[in-house]
């Protein structure tokens, strides 16, 4: 399961940016989103889905990058959690 629209759904409601206007591929720095609304944006992910992301890669700033990050860091949580 992609994490995409649960981002796009959060941006939504932080932001005011409708998920129809976001292009998954698109660089989100052409949305406005600066390195501190980035860091602020993964901050918020990390508190909504009860995860914790790895420092991300700086080139890193598309949606779909980003939801590929979620989904991979929630693939590896199981896994984790049995070495625990």
Not at 28 to 41: P, T, V
Not at 63 to 81: M, N, S, Y
């Amino acid at each position: 399961m992609s994490s995409l629209k649960e981002l796009q759904d959060l941006i939504q409601e932080k932001y005011g940016i409708d998920p129809a206007d976001l292009d998954p591929g698109a660089s989100m720095r052409d949305k406005g989103f600066d390195s501190l609304a980035l860091a602020e944006f993964l901050f918020e992910i990390e508190d909504r889905l009860k995860i914790t992301l790895p420092d991300p890669d700086p080139e890193m700033d598309t949606l779909a990058q980003l939801a590929a990050l979620v989904d991979q860091v929630r693939a590896e949580e199981p896994a984790q959690q049995k070495v625990a």
